[in-house]
C-alpha cells in the first residue's frame, strides 16, 4: 500500500509515526549521503551495467546469478528492512556460511549506514556468546554453518532478548 496519503509528504508521514515512512525517509537520507566506495561504486555499476550479470552463484550443476540492478534493488530492499530494525552505525551480527544472502546483507548494512559483525559459522556456542557481548549487535541474522546445518535456534538461545532472524527469509 501507499506509504501515506497523497497530500501527506514523506517527512509529515514520518513525523506522525508512521514507522514505514521513517524507514524509507531515512534511507533516502542516507544513500543519497552515502559517501563509502563501496556503496558509491555499485550505484555506478547498477547505472553503467545495469544488466550485466554482477553475482553468481552455484545452485546444483546449474549457475544462477543477479545483475547489477537486481544487486543494488536487492541491497536497498534489505537496507530498508534494516533501517524497520536497528539504527544507522548499530552492529548487525551475520552468523553463517559464505550465501549469496550474506554478499546482500553485506551491501544492505553498507547501505543502511550499519556495521556488520560478523560470526565464524564453525565457532561454538561459547564463542558466539563472546562475539555477542563484545559487538553488542541490534540484530543476528543466521543461516548454515558449513556442513548446511541451521544456526537460527542456537543463535536464538545465545541471543537473549537480541531479535534473531533467518539470513535467508
Known amino acids: 500500500g501507499p506509504l501515506a496519503p497523497r497530500n501527506v509528504s514523506l517527512e509529515q508521514a514520518a513525523q506522525s509515526g508512521n514507522t514505514v515512512a521513517q524507514s524509507e525517509l531515512a534511507l533516502q537520507r ?11 561504486l555499485l550505484r555506478r555499476s547498477a547505472e553503467r551495467f545495469g544488466q550485466r550479470r554482477a553475482i553468481a552463484w552455484a545452485v546444483g550443476d ?21 533501517l524497520q530494525q ?11 556460511r559464505n550465501t549469496v544472502e550474506w554478499a546482500l546483507l553485506e551491501l544492505g548494512c553498507a547501505l543502511a549506514g550499519m556495521v556488520v559483525a560478523a560470526w565464524n559459522p564453525g565457532w561454538r556456542d561459547p564463542e558466539c556468546e563472546h562475539a555477542c557481548e563484545l559487538a553488542g549487535p541490534s540484530v543476528i541474522l543466521a543461516g548454515q554453518d558449513t556442513r548446511g546445518e541451521p544456526l537460527l535456534e542456537r543463535a536464538r538461545q545465545i541471543a537473549g532478548d537480541i531479535p534473531v532472524f533467518a539470513l535467508d527469509d
Not at 546449474?62 to 534494516?82: C, G, K, P, V
Not at 536497528?86 to 553463517?96: D, K, L, N, Y
Open 30 to 40: 542516507l544513500s543519497a549521503g552515502r559517501s563509502g566506495e563501496g556503496v558509491q
Open 86 to 96: 536497528a539504527g544507522p552505525g548499530e552492529r548487525i551480527s551475520v552468523w553463517s
Open 62 to 82: 546449474a549457475t544462477d546469478a543477479l545483475t547489477y540492478q537486481q544487486t543494488l534493488d536487492a541491497a536497498q530492499h534489505i537496507a530498508f528492512w534494516l
